[in-house]
């Protein structure tokens, strides 16, 4: 039906920066809010951002000012640039987009891309 999958994670050093795309594909009438999350190990999934179809944003009072949600809706697809990264960003990102298929609606979830910042 609809599939999230997430690109762009990797290894970068203390300081660097990486951006994260996830595409959403499949039977999709249309995409209302989309986000990002993260999970570090031992620890709870968290929000992290945030945008709604006119791109209106929100952020994790921590993040604010080192990443910037963003989307573009004729590809449907959310973006998360990462600057400043530090070693506790560590985590797995998953993406996540509220879709509409005709009158339905549901949150889908992508598989999550690993990015680990080494100090």
């Known amino acids: 039906q609809v599939q999230l999958v997430e690109s762009g994670g990797g290894l970068v050093q203390a300081g660097g920066s990486l951006r994260l795309s996830c595409a959403a594909s499949?039977?999709?009438?249309?995409?209302?809010?989309m986000g990002w999350y993260r999970q570090a190990p031992g620890k709870q999934r968290e929000l992290v951002a945030s945008?709604?179809?006119?791109?209106?944003?929100n952020y994790a009072d921590s993040l604010k000012g080192r990443f910037t949600i963003s989307r573009d809706n004729a590809k449907n697809t959310v973006y998360l640039q990462m600057n400043s990264l530090k070693p506790e960003d560590t985590a797995v990102y998953y993406c996540?987009?509220?879709?509409?298929?005709?009158?339905?609606?549901?949150?889908?979830w992508g598989q999550g891309t690993q990015v680990t910042v080494s100090s």
């Open positions: 996540t987009a509220n879709v509409q298929i005709i009158w339905a609606r549901r949150d889908y």
């Open positions: 499949g039977s999709i009438s249309r995409i209302n809010d």
């Open positions: 945008i709604s179809v006119d791109s209106s944003t």
